[in-house]
């Protein structure tokens, strides 16, 4: 469940951000209701937007989830009735329905795990939430992150099946017109997407790829 900072975290000495960050979830609706409704983290409402627009779940299908920590789309994915693989650097608690494996799925060991977890090289959904751990300096940021989404763009390539969806996030800094057009001869649809549920101030958004072409 998402715990809410305790009183005792916020009497502690915190920088200037670690404040602001702190009075932004206590106020955040989404984190409010991602802790009624048992979700790990409001990221749930991000997927559970793409999915009512785009249908990327494919129930019955197996789904590997890139940088899944700490679970909330493996909940949701789970919940569609998907086969669900999430791989992270960070443990994430067990749950019902998924295969967690904490390692980097671009290393041999790390792809190994998540290939023999799935059954097979091919998947149907391929996810990816991950962003790169800031610095406070927009554009060393946005590079940061764009290296991670390249990384599960060339998983994706390699590892989604033929009419397979794929979802990943990417962050707004130019490089996600190039990613879509990279992405639109892969898929018969190709759409950036931002959810309501992201905050205005984000510069996330998501790159949907939805029935890969043969």
Same mark, same amino acid.
């Given at each position: 469940?998402?715990?809410?900072?305790?009183?005792?975290?916020?009497?502690?000495?915190?920088?200037?951000?670690? +404040? &602001?960050?702190?009075?932004?979830?206590?106020? #955040?609706? $989404?984190?409010?209701?991602?802790?009624? =409704?048992? $979700? @790990?983290?409001?990221?749930? $409402?991000?997927?559970?937007?793409? #999915? &009512?627009?785009?249908?990327?779940? +494919?129930?019955?299908?197996?789904?590997? #989830?890139?940088?899944?920590?700490?679970?909330?789309?493996?909940?949701?994915?789970?919940? @569609?009735?998907?086969?669900?693989?999430?791989?992270?650097?960070?443990?994430?608690?067990?749950?019902?329905?998924?295969?967690?494996?904490?390692?980097?799925?671009?290393? #041999?060991?790390?792809?190994?795990?998540?290939?023999?977890?799935?059954?097979?090289?091919?998947?149907?959904?391929?996810?990816?939430?991950?962003?790169?751990?800031?610095?406070?300096?927009? =554009?060393?940021?946005?590079?940061?992150?764009?290296?991670?989404? =390249?990384?599960?763009?060339?998983?994706?390539?390699?590892?989604? @099946?033929?009419?397979?969806?794929?979802?990943?996030?990417?962050?707004?800094?130019? $490089? &996600?017109?190039?990613? +879509?057009?990279?992405?639109?001869?892969?898929? &018969?649809?190709?759409?950036?997407?931002?959810?309501?549920?992201? @905050?205005? =101030?984000?510069?996330?958004?998501?790159?949907?790829?939805?029935?890969?072409? +043969?």
């Amino acid at each position: 469940m998402v715990k809410t900072p305790s009183l005792s975290i916020r009497k502690k000495s915190l920088s200037q951000s670690s +404040k &602001e960050w702190v009075k932004r979830q206590l106020r #955040d609706p $989404y984190v409010l209701k991602a802790q009624a =409704e048992g $979700y @790990r983290a409001r990221a749930a $409402y991000k997927l559970l937007e793409i #999915d &009512e627009k785009f249908h990327v779940l +494919k129930r019955g299908g197996n789904v590997v #989830d890139l940088g899944c920590a700490p679970g909330s789309w493996c909940q949701i994915a789970a919940k @569609r009735g998907c086969k669900v693989v999430g791989i992270d650097l960070l443990p994430c608690d067990e749950m019902s329905g998924v295969t967690f494996i904490q390692g980097d799925f671009t290393t #041999d060991a790390g792809l190994a795990a998540v290939l023999d977890a799935v059954g097979g090289s091919l998947v149907d959904v391929v996810l990816c939430d991950m962003a790169a751990n800031t610095v406070g300096h927009k =554009e060393t940021d946005g590079l940061r992150t764009q290296g991670l989404t =390249e990384l599960a763009v060339d998983f994706m390539t390699n590892h989604l @099946r033929m009419g397979g969806n794929f979802c990943t996030k990417i962050f707004m800094n130019g $490089y &996600e017109n190039d990613a +879509k057009k990279q992405l639109a001869p892969m898929f &018969e649809r190709v759409q950036l997407f931002k959810p309501s549920s992201s @905050r205005s =101030e984000s510069r996330e958004i998501f790159l949907v790829g939805i029935n890969r072409r +043969k």
